[in-house]
């Protein structure tokens, strides 16, 4: 079984600040790892994946996360936030076991950025 | 430009009508999905569809229908069944449908209201 926690429902930094939005997973088997953005009304958009390759994963926009297994965490980070990564963020595992399909989200953190 | 197209964007329904929701992809994508998001909730599975004429109830299957007669459509239908159908619905595709490895594509979704 899999499961995703991501530990704050809300994250509120100023810009120009770093960003750290955590992430914790439980999976049987080697995980995927994601992280998507998601902007007011819009659909779900992948910033970045980790599949088994190296540790830590670059993403689209500056963001990059780090897999860590011995603490089985995935946090999504951001040296300087910009006013546009406002949105909300799901982290997502999927189990690389024979015959999975399914993707598992997390209730996603909301990143305010202040001015 | 390949992805998926949802439509509508807005959906109103009346209390005991049926509607469909469309969604049509053009990244000849095996595998399809219908999520349902809820504020603080994440993205719930509805159904999923790993081939042709072939689709799997998800974790909140009931109360809605879906059909996939060609690889590129995976229609939904929410049916009077469904009690609290008021909710944002997204449509996914993979590569795969046997891996998560890949990540999912979404569209940019449905916000449907019961009025």
């Known amino acids: 079984a899999q499961s995703v926690t991501q530990l704050d429902s809300h994250v509120s930094v100023s810009e120009g600040t770093p960003v750290l939005l955590r992430c914790n997973y439980s999976s049987s088997y080697s995980p995927s790892l994601f992280w998507y953005v998601q902007h007011p009304n819009k659909g779900l958009q992948l910033l970045l994946k980790y599949t088994s390759a190296a540790t830590l994963v670059k993403g689209i926009n500056g963001f990059e996360a780090e897999f860590k297994k011995s603490e089985t965490s995935f946090h999504l980070t951001k040296p300087s936030a910009h006013m546009s990564d406002a949105a909300e963020y799901f982290c997502v595992v999927s189990d690389s076991g024979a015959g999975s399909y399914q993707l598992t989200f997390g209730k996603g953190t909301k990143l305010s950025v202040i001015p | 430009d390949g992805g998926i197209t949802q439509s509508p964007k807005y959906l109103f329904r009346k209390e005991g009508q049926n509607v469909t929701l469309s969604c049509e992809q053009n990244l000849n994508h095996d595998a399809m999905y219908w999520y349902r998001q809820d504020p603080g909730q994440g993205l719930r599975l509805i159904y999923y569809s790993q081939i042709v004429n072939d689709f799997q109830k998800g974790d909140i299957a009931e109360g809605y229908s879906v059909s996939r007669e060609k690889k590129e459509s995976f229609p939904l239908t929410v049916t009077s069944a469904q009690k609290n159908p008021t909710a944002f619905y997204l449509c996914?595709?993979?590569?795969?449908?046997?891996?998560?490895?890949?990540?999912?594509?979404f569209g940019s979704g449905t916000r449907l209201t019961v009025v």
């Open positions: 996914a595709s993979s590569i795969f449908a046997g891996t998560g490895n890949y990540g999912y594509t």
